[in-house]
Each structure stands twice: as C-alpha cells, then as structure tokens.
C-alpha cells in the first residue's frame, strides 16, 4: 500500500502502467508536430498548411465517435494487461507505416497514420482510467488519478516539443529521425507495458455487439444510469472544452496579444500544462486520501476566476511584436498572462482529477470501461463542439481572443452553477470540506488498514460534537450512510448538507417510533446494497466529555444483517465550537484552539456474529483513550 502519490512510482501495479500511457501521450504528440515540422521543411504553401491544420484534428477525433463503444466491450472482456499490450503492438505496426509516409513525403500515407493513431487511442482509452479502481485501494484513487493526469499533461508539452524540434535540429535528415524517433518510442511503450501485471476482465462473458451506432447509444445509457456519475463526466467533457478552447487560441494570442515570436505560444502551453499537472498532485494532499468531489466548486469557480483575469491581463494587441521570453518578461504587467494561465491550470487539476476518481468509484466495474467509452465519446464531442465555437465567434462574430476568453469564463460559470445545482452532492461536500478543514486539523489512524475497500459494513463512533458526522466523512474514503438523532438532522444549513449526504435520521421509541422504524429499514436496505452506514450508539452528544454506554440498537440492526463492525474514535473534539462543553451561545464562539488537531482512529473490525454493544463501547473506549 502507498501512503502517498509517488509512492505509486515505486510499486509494479502503477509503475509499467503510468510509463506505458506517458509514452503513449508522448509518442502521438511526436507524430502530430513531427507532421507539421514536414511541411515547413518541405516548404509546402499556406493553403496546404491550412488544410493540414482542419483536416488532422477531424482525423484523429473521428475513431472516438466510430470505435469507444466497441473498445469498452473489448475493455470490459479481456484481461487488462493484455489488451494494453496488444493497443501498444497496434501502435508499432502504426508507427511503422507513418515512418513510409516519413521517408517518402507522402501526406496520405501520414494521414492514414494519423487515423489509425486514432483508433489505438479510441482502443486505449477506456481501459487506461478503468484499470485503475482494479490495482489502486479507494484511498489511493485520487493520488493515482492525479498521477496519470500529471503524467498526460507533461508527456504531451514535451511530445510537442520536441516533435517540432526534429525538422528544424534535423534538417535533411529530419525524415529519417522522426521515423527512428517514433518507432523506437512504438517499442519503448510496448516493452514498458510486458511489465503490467495481470488484470483480471471485468466481464469475461459479455457478448460483444460490433454495430457502433446501437452500441454507442447503449454506453451512454450507461453514463446516465447514476445522476452523479452522469453529470461527472459532463464535468469532464466540459473541461476538454475548456482546454481545447484555451490551446486553440494559444498560438495567435501569445503572438498577437503577449508580441511573442513564432514560437513564444510554446512557453505559454508549458505554463498552462505544468499547471494543470501541478493542480492534480495536489489533489491528493487537499483531499486527505479521499475522493473528495468538494474540490470540483472550488476547481470550477477557481478556473472561472483565472479566465476573468486572463481577459484583463491583455484585452489589446500588443504594441510590440517578435518578441523572445526574456524580453517579453520585461515588459510591464507581464506577470499577468502567466499567472492567469497558472491559476486556470491549477483549477482545472482540481477539477477535473476527483470527477474522475468519482466516476471509477461509483461505476459498477463491470460496466466502468463502457461508462468511459461513453465520456469519450462524449469529450469527443465538445472537442469538436469547441473548435466549431473558436471559428464562429472569431470568423463570423468577429470576437476578438480575449472576448473568446470572456465568453468562456461567463460559460464555465453558468456550468458550473447548473451542474452544482442539478447535484446539490457537488456543493455539500464543498460546504463540508471548508467546514472541516477551515476550524480542524484532521490526523486519520487504522482508517486504511481496517475500513474495508467494498463491501457492507457497519461503522460504530463515540458522539461529541454536531462536526462529527462531516468529519468522518472527510476522512473515510468510501461514502458513508450517517444514522443520526433527527433534531440534529434538522439544524438549518445543515439539514441540507445532512439530506444531500443521505443521511438516515432516527428517533426514540417514545418519540417517534414510525421514524425509528424507518431509520432501521433504511439502516438494512443499506448494507443489503453493499454501502458503509455509520450510527453513534450513545444515541446522544456527551453533555460533560466522558462516553455514555452504547445502546442497544447496534445489536438490533446485525440482528437483521450480519456485517463486520469498524469501531472507530474522535479524539481532542471536546473543546470545539460545536459540542456541548458549552451553552447554546458559546458554541458558536471561535474554537479555544483554532484549527485544532482532530484525530480519527479506527480499529481492527469485529465479526458481526459476535458484536454486541458492551463489546463495542469497549473497543471504541480503548480507541480513545485519555483524548475527549
């Protein structure tokens, strides 16, 4: 087990992986600008160049619209590993032929390539993010996701880079390199990739239908099984249009509004992908190891910002022009492009890094590598959906780029607040995570070792504090199901929070016993549906510090279901604003030790057979110790 992103890199279930699609990311991008440096070598005409720069994106997206729902049959069908390799065997025999249309000069052979690059990729893509939730623990999925994100990012900027650099350091024997350079790359990923251990197939029995059309209709019934899931992965194609929006314009805007020479766009690029792969490492950390979606607001309205400012920081033409990197930054106000694209690309990690961590955890994995056919046929779209905007609202609205800049910072605004307010379950973990880490400072203990990864189980905590419930949430990876005492649940603010979470609100047998009855079915419909459910069996906060005996609904519910039990303890909540240690009015007050240090602590789960509430006050007494 990693206890930390990098650690990944040093274990063989991610390693071969994240090197294989690095070089995948890598090889493509090679290609596609070793193309481009081609035709300036071969000093072909404008018009060529032009309509090399339409035709080549239409012919590499093509494949994802004609064969994702067939790769997401064939993801789902054989093992994982396998089909890696075979994708990167494709990617040799490809690489092979695009080196002919190398040697020869030949735009169609290259074109052909180019097409068939696209169906490895359309092939590839499914079973790069599914195998993921197969060789990572639920903790270690946003880290993992951060990981390939980082790693995609980094590999296409220096796949860019140096695909342009092979004609120019080259020269005549530009063809013969970038031949050598893209085969040997072919090779370098399919060596890489022998070393992926096995994955077993998610669905070794399914019937594979080859008819796209049909097929393609069927995996986005699957996108839209799970509203969640559904509206994550619009959260995902809407990034791909954000990004292809932004590196669309790149290129004229860092020559016409930053007065940078030809190749001045190239440093605007890397500033925009370090960033965004900056941002995804750093999701892991903000996170605390869970997949936290209260970071996709705070990513969205992040991106939305930045974009603003990327609109001011140069809404004329620049004065002067040809300009190199160094004497770009002397100008006055030059910090302000960078530090606009920096802060787009570290938003847009946030954002987009725990959608994907969302989509692999909630997506049945025998359907996960067609629900991410579908979102790339999906993203395929808004691709397209992007370029067409880039070319009305310049060509025929006459929009300048930083009014292209301005509409889409006013867009991703109103989607985000439409996606946030069709999922409110966006919003509520971003309200809870501010709560949380704004007045705590969280330490988890045993949470990975004992909380199990899938599967039903019962989780039993000490009660201190109104916090308790947002706090394990944020520091289980797993979404959990709270059972909590119904006049808590019905706190304005936080009854919106609680219902959004689906929290089970009980109440006493003397008080309401239809809704305690209630509480216990949905208690055992629950963990009947494999979910984590969470009770605090003192039935009550603790009014001076001290546990209360534990009461006996615990039993009644494994009465019904027999599920292991995590015991589990709140340590250093006694002093915080929101339990009892003082009045009404003083638990609004600001905490005596602000942003004080909260631990979580889980111990080893106990066998529901012979659970029972005296045994279970035990354990969570032992877990807390000395610490109220």
Not at 84 to 93: D, G, K, L, Q, V
Not at 173 to 192: D, E, F, K, Q
Not at 266 to 286: Q, Y
Not at 395 to 413: E, H
Request: glycine fraction near 8%.
């Amino acid at each position: 087990m990693a206890h930390n992103q990098f650690e990944l890199l040093r274990q063989r279930r991610f390693l071969p992986f994240f090197a294989t699609q690095a070089f995948g990311a890598f090889n493509d991008n090679v290609y596609r600008q070793a193309i481009i440096g081609l035709l300036f070598w071969m000093g072909v005409s404008d018009d060529q160049k032009s309509l090399y720069a339409n035709l080549a994106p239409a012919i590499f997206i093509l494949p994802y619209f004609l064969f994702s729902a067939t790769a997401g049959q064939i993801a789902e069908k054989l093992e994982k590993s396998r089909l890696i390799r075979i994708t990167t065997s494709m990617e040799i025999a490809i690489m092979s032929f695009a080196s002919i249309g190398f040697m020869t000069q030949n735009m169609v052979v290259l074109l052909v390539a180019l097409f068939a690059t696209g169906v490895q990729s359309a092939l590839f893509g499914p079973v790069k993010y599914a195998i993921l939730p197969s060789v990572l623990r639920p903790e270690e999925l946003t880290g993992g996701n951060g990981m390939v994100e980082m790693g995609t990012s980094v590999s296409i900027l220096l796949g860019m880079l140096l695909g342009g650099m092979i004609f120019t350091v080259a020269g005549d024997h530009g063809p013969m390199v970038a031949s050598a350079a893209i085969i040997l790359l072919a090779i370098s990923g399919n060596l890489v990739s022998r070393a992926i251990p096995p994955v077993e197939a998610a669905a070794p029995d399914l019937t594979i239908r080859w008819n796209p059309i049909p097929e393609s209709l069927h995996v986005m019934q699957l996108v839209r099984k799970q509203l969640a899931v559904r509206n994550a992965v619009l959260g995902v194609s809407w990034f791909w249009f954000v990004g292809t929006v932004i590196t669309a314009q790149l290129p004229t805007y860092a020559k016409t509004h930053m007065g940078g020479d030809e190749t001045f766009y190239l440093a605007a690029l890397a500033i925009f992908s370090v960033a965004t792969g900056l941002g995804s490492m750093l999701c892991e950390k903000l996170s605390s190891r869970t997949v936290e979606i209260g970071l996709v607001p705070l990513g969205a309205f992040g991106m939305s910002v930045f974009l603003f400012a990327l609109y001011f920081a140069k809404s004329e033409p620049a004065a002067v022009t040809g300009l190199d990197l160094s004497h770009y930054l002397h100008q006055a106000g030059a910090w302000r492009v960078p530090a606009a694209l920096t802060g787009i690309g570290v938003f847009a990690g946030f954002y987009v890094v725990p959608l994907f961590a969302l989509i692999q955890s909630r997506t049945p994995k025998r359907e996960l590598s067609r629900v991410i056919a579908g979102m790339n046929i999906q993203n395929a779209l808004l691709i397209v959906l992007a370029a067409v905007a880039g070319i009305v609202t310049q060509r025929f609205l006459g929009w300048s780029i930083p009014q292209v800049f301005l509409a889409l910072a006013i867009a991703n605004t109103l989607a985000a607040i439409w996606i946030f307010t069709i999922v409110p379950e966006f919003l509520m973990r971003f309200l809870s995570w501010v709560l949380v880490r704004s007045l705590y400072r969280l330490r988890a203990q045993g949470i990975e070792e004992h909380v199990p990864d899938d599967g039903p189980a019962l989780i039993v905590c000490n009660h201190v504090s109104y916090m308790d419930a947002l706090i394990l949430a944020g520091s289980i990876p797993r979404p959990v199901r709270f059972v909590m005492y119904y006049k808590i649940f019905d706190i304005p603010v936080m009854r919106w929070i609680f219902r959004t979470a689906k929290a089970i609100p009980i109440a006493g047998a003397r008080e309401n016993p239809e809704l305690m009855q209630r509480a216990f079915d949905e208690v055992d419909k629950a963990l009947a549906d494999g979910e984590l459910v969470c009770i605090f069996p003192e039935g009550a906060l603790t009014k001076d510090g001290e546990m209360t005996a534990f009461k006996s609904g615990v039993e009644r519910i494994l009465q019904r279901r027999n599920v292991p039990v995590v015991p589990m303890a709140l340590r250093g909540m006694w002093s915080s604003m929101w339990s009892r240690r003082d009045g009404r009015l003083g638990r609004m007050r600001v905490p005596r030790r602000f942003r004080a240090h909260v631990e979580v602590v889980a111990g080893p789960p106990v066998a529901g057979q012979i659970a029972t509430a005296e045994l279970l006050e035990a354990r969570v007494r032992e877990l807390r110790g000395d610490a109220a």
